[in-house]
């Protein structure tokens, strides 16, 4: 079992930036691609970006590439999505999630484990 508890959300005007945390229990934290899933009002749930149990090889929402910025720390069971030039339409809920699979990592289906979200609001 594996439970993550985000934090970090909260506020920002347009151009502001936040970076998110995202805390896993467990000892096998290091066994997980972890991933970032954002959710507005209205609208489904939509992969953000994914990174491998190392840290070495990470995966982007093409729309997101170069403002936002997966990280982890396997010595720290966190990982963190650095997210740079916010604009409002970032505006949304963001949840981490945990899996073992070794493929389908923007899929929601993929992922065993999730956090309760962290809203992210950015004004104009």
């Known amino acids: 079992q594996v439970q993550l508890v985000e934090s970090g959300g909260g506020l920002v005007q347009a151009g502001g930036s936040l970076r998110l945390s995202c805390a896993a229990s467990g000892r096998t934290f290091s066994s997980y691609t972890m991933g970032w899933f954002r959710q507005a009002p209205g609208k489904e749930r939509d992969f953000v970006a994914a990174?491998?149990?190392?840290?070495?090889?990470?995966y982007y929402v093409d729309s997101l590439k170069g403002r936002f910025t997966i990280s982890r720390d396997n010595a720290k069971n966190t990982v963190y999505l650095q997210m740079n030039s916010l604009k409002p339409e970032d505006t949304a809920v963001y949840y981490c999630a945990a899996t073992r699979r070794s493929n389908s990592y923007t899929k929601i289906y993929a992922y065993d484990y999730w956090g309760q979200g962290t809203q992210v609001t950015v004004s104009s």
């Open positions: 990174t491998t149990w190392s840290g070495s090889t990470t």
